[in-house]
């Protein structure tokens, strides 16, 4: 049996297997099509930024707590003390290889084909909450910061927070084009490094942070996303490379060298 070759990295017009693009891809489509048409169509490679290790440290102890009540088919006693006991971890066979955000093209990830552009979206998420009351899922998605400011509460109204509410309106169009009944709501776990605590943080042995743990509930908006998707389409197959956004930091770095160069 013909295997057939995966279409991913750069875009090859000539390869009709379902171009895979991540959340992430998409995300950067959004915020300048200029940056996403250099990377997927002329391989650029830009600059790299370091990984956020203790984002990624909370997200394993979250998964590794809520895995414990998802064995037990229970929801978690934070959730039960918020008010959120009729929500549990979502058990699938396929769970731990939706988390994978990396290389999901294999069976059982999370991803779909839109098969009117040809595009496969997919990405890893963080966790699944089964309602008890609706028998709904909740999409949920963990974040990590530490504010600033003392006494101050979590929103989802900062401006670069639309990437992440992007993020969850992808994740529920995928999880539903997989057939399962997911809710408009989907909520952010967030962790609050708490830097204005009195409590002690260096040990005569180790040190220890607290965080502070917000629940952030979100109605979901789709409507972007399918003419997003046609748009991304069509800048694959362009010959010409679109303007970058005026906000783009790399347009205008790549403007300013310009100039420069000009002037020498």
Request: glycine share 6%; with cysteine.
């Given at each position: ?139 949920v998605d963990y974040k990590s910061t530490s504010l600033k400011t003392a006494g101050k509460n979590i929103t989802l109204d900062d ?19 997989k057939g399962f009944d997911v809710s408009d709501i989907g909520y952010f776990l967030y962790c609050d490094g708490d830097r204005f605590?009195?409590?002690s943080f260096l040990g005569s042995e180790s040190a220890t942070m607290q965080f502070k743990m917000s629940i952030l509930p979100y ?46």
């Open positions: 049996m013909l295997k057939v070759k995966r279409h991913r990295g750069v875009f090859n017009p000539n390869n009709s297997s379902p171009y895979e693009l991540s959340r992430t891809r998409v995300e950067n489509f959004v915020r300048c099509p200029a940056c996403f048409y250099l990377q997927q169509v002329k391989k650029v490679t830009f600059p790299s930024i370091p990984g956020f290790n203790i984002n990624e440290a909370t997200d394993v102890l979250l998964k590794r707590d809520f895995d414990e009540c998802r064995a037990k088919g229970a929801s978690h006693p934070f959730l039960k003390a918020q008010g959120y006991g009729h929500l549990i971890p979502f058990d699938h066979e396929d769970f731990d290889l939706w988390t994978q955000s990396l290389h999901f093209g294999a069976k059982g990830r999370f991803h779909t084909i839109h098969e009117e552009t040809n595009l496969k979206i997919g990405g890893g998420i963080d966790d699944v909450w089964l309602n008890t009351n609706t028998g709904k899922l909740h999409i401006p670069w927070k639309i990437s992440y509410k992007r993020q969850m309106d992808l994740y529920v169009w995928v999880m539903r084009r605590t009195s409590n109605s979901v908006r789709l409507e972007w996303i399918e003419p997003t998707l046609f748009a991304i389409q069509e800048t694959l197959y362009s010959k010409t490379m679109p303007r970058h956004n005026e906000y783009c930091e790399y347009g205008k770095f790549l403007e300013d060298v310009h100039s420069a160069a000009r002037v020498l």
